[in-house]
């Protein structure tokens, strides 16, 4: 197709979606809310003063345990939902604020998998959008408008953990101008209501100025402005975490580092009625009884669903996506930049994320593993991509952090390729009692969730209290919080440090202390900087990081972190900053868990092994697999 007439299509699509929006045509996708659906005051508001009561705490782990096992056949949990990432969390948030009784079991840690793995952004789908546009495709045009929906209620339920941030598009040439600028427009039309900011163009000086590392050439063209546009980004595995936490505190019995080894079914029936689980601590088995189990286990829901039925057929089409991580002078604060086209035609994004640079992703094939490496050749290739559009040298010794994350995408068997997949989920009960929600992604976590819980009350003819309320319910530590609350801590608290001597020490609480405990942990980081200063555990865990001792002492008291790993990758996110300095701090977080948790010396030497094993996983430049030995 010409130059000319794919911008003739751009235009005409985006009057068409203009036209749409305007005359309230069909296309437009408004949340489907009732009085009775979002409840008015009274639920909500019950909820609400549960998860933001300054004073509670979340039922210890051994209470939700005895909860689990109480859930006998004569008194069953209404749902038992596998699975804690961002979707089974999800799902036990929106099922137990309808008033149902909930339990959540997850293998490993919550956000263990996938869902601490993302790009880190909350995003409606550009690209999408411009498949939508170009295959004339209804469904990913569909897929966009909800995912826009979602992402300002994602970003407003969790304001902490989530912002909009603005994304940078490099032009070349003046039809790039054009076509981007057309695109990102209409991106902002779909969002109607729900969009965040404007998208604007900037001439090429002056995006020099708000991006001082962009290349002024490409490819032997000089740099003829740019288009920039605005999307969410989030710290994706505390979102999680304070999902878990939300629902532990509205009333469900969550428990991490417990595996599902069976299905219970009804001899008369088959229907699955419960399930066998072990604690993969204690190593102790036990048997919870539900009305619906909802299989939430992403990659792993395949696994799951063949414990019902070993004949069950694959839904599951693993695509792994590799990020990486590099120091913060690549992009400035507060901006990031898409890569629209790479040489095999993916996009690459460069954000800044927690004062450094996480660059990603890429979309192939892959094998379903507890602990995807990435391999050398996707390290290479976002580097390669990112080199071209950059002045500064991209080095492979720079990146100081690299992953891999599994997408469970739901199998199309006519797409070529899992990039042609669409990112939209599947809900299904294909065994009696066992509901599968898979695919999607996770800006529109939430309405997966409900979707489920909806598919869950039907299949157990369930009687929930009300419908959904979850579509403005903030998450703990979010109701009440303003950006400007880092000052509080800053003013009202100091870090008491325990020098190598044993004496105990006061230090200021710096701007990026109180900045770093107030978007992760809300208006509960109050208590983490009460640790800081009353038991002196202010001094920092990493040189050059914000994280400090305080912090896994209150995750091990009031969020689950069972082990260090539990601390460096999900409740901190220091093993996806900066591998070394994970390695540095390993010793002192698991001296605070030891002390929090009663461990023995033997434990200790467990926990230390297991996260060193973990941390290989990540490809730092230190302990990268280099083919070539031209690094």
Not at 162 to 190: I, R, S
């Amino acid at each position: 197709m010409s130059s000319a007439a794919r911008l003739r299509r751009v235009c005409a699509a985006a009057l068409a979606t203009a036209t749409a929006a305007s005359v309230g045509g069909s296309i437009i996708l408004s949340p489907n809310i009732s009085s009775n659906d979002r409840g008015s005051g009274t639920v909500v508001e019950a909820v609400r003063s549960k998860i933001n009561d300054p004073y509670a705490n979340v039922p210890s782990r051994a209470v939700q345990e005895s909860a689990l096992i109480g859930a006998s056949q004569a008194n069953p949990l209404d749902i038992l939902v596998v699975g804690g990432g961002a979707t089974g969390c999800g799902v036990a948030f929106d099922a137990v604020t309808r008033g149902l009784r909930v339990g959540l079991v997850e293998r490993e840690d919550f956000s263990s998998g996938t869902s601490s793995r993302s790009t880190k952004l909350i995003h409606g789908g550009v690209r999408y959008l411009e498949k939508a546009v170009f295959n004339l495709d209804y469904g990913q045009l569909k897929l966009v408008f909800h995912a826009l929906e979602e992402r300002k209620q994602v970003i407003e339920n969790a304001p902490h953990l989530c912002h909009a941030l603005p994304c940078m598009t490099p032009c070349f040439d003046w039809f790039e101008v054009v076509y981007y600028w057309a695109g990102l427009k209409m991106y902002d039309l779909v969002a109607g209501a729900r969009l965040l900011h404007l998208s604007r163009y900037y001439s090429a000086k002056e995006s020099i100025e708000l991006f001082p590392t962009l290349a002024k050439k490409g490819n032997d063209r000089n740099l003829r402005g740019t288009v920039v546009y605005y999307d969410g980004q989030m710290n994706d595995s505390r979102l999680n975490v304070g999902l878990a936490c939300s629902a532990a505190l509205a009333g469900a019995a969550v428990l991490n580092h417990a595996e599902v080894i069976s299905f219970l079914k009804d001899e008369a029936t088959g229907r699955i009625i419960g399930a066998r689980i072990r604690d993969n601590f204690s190593g102790k088995e036990f048997e919870t009884y539900a009305k619906v189990v909802v299989n939430a286990a992403g990659p792993f829901c395949d696994s799951v669903r063949k414990l019902a039925d070993k004949e069950a057929t694959s839904m599951i089409c693993p695509s792994s996506g590799v990020h990486i991580v590099l120091p913060d002078y690549y992009s400035p604060d507060g901006m990031g930049l898409i890569v629209p086209k790479t040489k095999d035609g993916r996009v690459v994004f460069m954000l800044p994320w927690l004062g450094r640079t996480v660059a990603g992703t890429t979309d192939s094939n892959t094998v379903i593993t507890p602990l995807p490496e990435p391999h050398e050749d996707e390290i290479q290739f976002i580097l390669d991509a990112i080199s071209d559009y950059l002045s500064v040298k991209v080095r492979r010794t720079d990146v100081l952090s690299a992953w891999s994350g599994i997408r469970p995408l739901a199998i199309d068997p006519s797409a070529k390729s899992t990039e042609s997949i669409s990112r939209d989920h599947v809900v299904c009960e294909d065994y009696p009692g066992l509901v599968t929600i898979t695919g999607g992604k996770w800006t529109t976590y939430r309405s997966m969730a409900e979707d489920a819980v909806d598919a869950a009350v039907k299949s157990g003819k369930l009687s929930p209290k009300n419908g959904s309320v979850t579509h403005n319910l903030r998450l703990m530590g979010g109701d009440g919080w303003e950006p400007s609350y880092f000052t509080v801590l800053a003013q009202q608290y100091v870090r008491m440090k325990r020098t190598y001597g044993g004496k105990v020490v006061p230090a200021i609480m710096d701007t990026a202390a109180a900045k770093h405990l107030s978007h992760a942990y809300g208006t509960l980081a109050e208590r983490v900087a009460a640790i800081a200063q009353n038991e002196g555990l202010g001094k920092r865990l990493a040189h050059g990081y914000p994280f400090m001792e305080a912090e896994v002492a209150y995750c091990a008291r009031n969020e689950y972190c069972e082990s260090a790993v539990d601390f460096i990758a999900r409740r901190s996110r220091l093993a996806f900053l900066d591998t070394d300095a994970a390695g540095r701090a390993l010793p002192r977080v698991i001296e605070i868990l030891a002390a929090e948790h009663k461990w023995d010396k033997s434990r200790k030497a467990q926990e230390l092994q297991k996260a060193k094993e973990f941390l290989e996983t990540f490809k730092s430049s230190k302990n990268a697999h280099f083919h070539d030995g031209k690094h």
